[in-house]
């Protein structure tokens, strides 16, 4: 039997950007696509603008965002505030609201993982 590798190297650079859920996001994403398919994760790197707000919201799944640049503020449901900036991690736990709310301040980079089935295309 030959083994083939199915790794594969790429850049972010070369995946296209897909339209967020709101207006001033978009996403790349760059695991869990017909391009970099993936059985159990989903990985997108989430663009929002200067101003760009997400509305209360909350995830059955569990969902997990590394902020890779700029920043912005995070609230829960009970209303916590969080300022978050490059390097922090938001997880959210599964069956659970979670980041709920988000307004940025310049541009905000976010690398967001869930399972394929929750961040499509």
């Known amino acids: ?5 199915k790794l594969q190297v790429f850049n972010q650079s070369t ?5 967020g859920v709101v207006d001033g996001l ?3 994403k760059l695991a869990g696509d ?3 398919p993936s059985e159990r994760i989903s990985v997108g790197l989430a663009t929002f ?3 760009t707000h997400e509305h209360l919201h909350w995830h059955l ?3 997990f965002h590394y902020i890779v640049a700029g ?3 995070v609230r829960d449901i009970e209303g916590n505030s969080y300022d978050v900036g490059p390097g922090d991690v938001v997880y959210g736990p599964p069956g659970t609201a979670e980041i709920l709310h988000h307004r940025f301040r310049g541009f905000l980079w976010n690398l967001v ?3 394929p089935e929750y961040l499509s295309p």
């Open 1 to 5: 039997m030959e083994l083939k590798s």
């Open 15 to 19: 995946v296209p950007v897909s339209p």
């Open 26 to 28: 978009t996403i790349r």
């Open 34 to 36: 017909a391009h970099h």
């Open 49 to 51: 603008a200067p101003g």
């Open 61 to 63: 799944i569990e969902t």
């Open 71 to 73: 920043r912005g503020i």
């Open 113 to 115: 993982a869930d399972s």
